[in-house]
């Protein structure tokens, strides 16, 4: 079966875990409650960025929507989703086409 990914929605593509115990943080919070790796050094950065990809895909016969997590996502994207994170964060326009030239 061939596939081909025909949308996807930019606005959300990560979520925050503990980099310990990687469970999910809130947005706003970047230490763990429930782990002893956090709670012994309240001032440490112990978070990291997960991959939550919602995808349209399509098949010969149907549109499905995926929703693809960080192992998948990795495969596809080919870096960690720190790394992308910090990557579109210094090229905002990396993902726009070309300006062509009147």
Do not use: W
């Not at 061939?2 to 809130?26: G, H, K, Q, W």
């Not at 409650?33 to 895909?57: Q, T, V």
């Amino acid at each position: 079966m061939i596939c081909t990914v025909i949308a996807m929605d930019p606005t959300n593509f990560y979520y925050r875990v503990c980099s310990a115990c990687e469970r999910t943080l809130a947005d706003t919070n970047t230490h763990c409650n429930f782990c002893s790796f956090n709670a012994h050094n309240p001032g440490s950065f112990g978070s990291k960025r997960l991959y939550r990809i919602l995808l349209s895909i399509a098949d010969a016969e149907k549109v499905f929507v995926v929703i693809c997590f960080d192992r998948v996502a990795r495969v596809l994207f080919g870096c960690s989703a720190d790394k992308f994170f910090d990557f579109a964060k210094l090229n905002p326009f990396a993902g726009s086409p070309p300006r062509q030239k009147i």
